[in-house]
């Protein structure tokens, strides 16, 4: 999971009442809330880009690399890297856009803000989406952008965070097909990066197949699982599930894709309904 070394909410909305308080004795309620919300925002974008950043560092560096078949595992991490690369490249982008919306929030008179309220989405939330378009191990690769809505409300007590139909995002975290591999088998694994606004660590649903057409779908929680990626690309049996360090394979996965025959591209279709979890708790602002 994405480590991320941020002031508790409270304290940080504490902190920026309180500076607001002193340079605005004035403001109201509705300033004061819109204004620390949008604070929260930027700084959980900042701190996004900071951890993939050491992500993308020590992928390239070889730390916590796996053991096992080293074509594999380059191979892996090849992909792992391009994925993390284009997932940085958008957060970079988030970050800029929330630090600006901050910088506005903050000079807008509070009459002309909107109410703001944020709540927290939860570790371990479930996100199921409808993946918009069909991917497939021989045309879609490592880093490529993919698009969902969300299939339905993510609900955090009787507050819908981010309703149906909400559009999502996301990349290729592997792309290999079936046979490539000296287990005999392959892979297509995606990664949910966005939901709404919101960048997000929900880690990566993974298609593990072989050259006969047998599919299985796996959830990996974490960002990079290059271990567990391994595991589950080397074994023959699945005896690498192990690897998944506490995630459950296959538990929010949704129904396991099956060929109708033998076929080395895998394949994730549109329409498909895939589950993600997170990996980490996410700070939602309502308007």
């Not at 008179?109 to 479930?126: D, F, H, I």
């Not at 981010?162 to 079936?178: D, E, K, L, M, R």
């Amino acid at each position: 999971m994405i480590a991320r070394n941020l002031i508790t909410q409270g304290s940080l909305a504490a902190l920026l009442v309180g500076g607001f308080t002193a340079c605005e004795p004035k403001a109201n309620d509705l300033a004061v809330q819109a204004q620390v919300a949008a604070q929260l925002q930027a700084k959980a974008a900042d701190d996004r880009v900071a951890a993939l950043e050491k992500q993308v560092t020590d992928m390239k560096a070889g730390k916590n690399r796996a053991t096992g078949d080293q074509e594999t595992i380059n191979q892996i991490s090849a992909s792992q890297i391009r994925a993390l690369d284009s997932q940085l490249a958008d957060a970079r982008q988030r970050a800029t856009e929330r630090r600006r919306e901050a910088v506005s929030v903050g000079s807008t008179p509070g009459a002309q803000l909107s109410v703001y309220k944020t709540v927290e989405v939860p570790n371990g939330a479930r996100i199921t989406v409808r993946m918009g378009a069909d991917l497939a191990t021989d045309k879609d690769h490592p880093g490529d952008p993919w698009t969902g809505t969300l299939a339905e409300d993510v609900i955090v007590g009787n507050t819908v965070a981010w309703p149906a139909g909400t559009t999502v995002s996301g990349v290729v975290a592997q792309s290999t097909p079936a046979g490539r591999l000296a287990s005999g088998k392959g892979g297509l694994g995606i990664r949910l990066t966005t939901v709404g606004r919101n960048g997000v660590d929900a880690g990566t649903y993974m298609v593990v197949g072989d050259a006969l057409g047998n599919r299985d779908a796996k959830f990996i929680g974490g960002a990079a699982a290059v271990g567990a990626l391994v595991g589950l690309l080397t074994d023959k049996n699945h005896q690498g599930d192990h690897a998944l360090g506490g995630a459950a394979a296959g538990a929010v996965a949704g129904t396991a894709l099956a060929a109708a025959s033998a076929d080395t591209v895998i394949r994730i279709p549109a329409s498909h309904l895939v589950t993600f979890s997170l990996t980490g708790p996410e700070q939602v602002t309502l308007r």
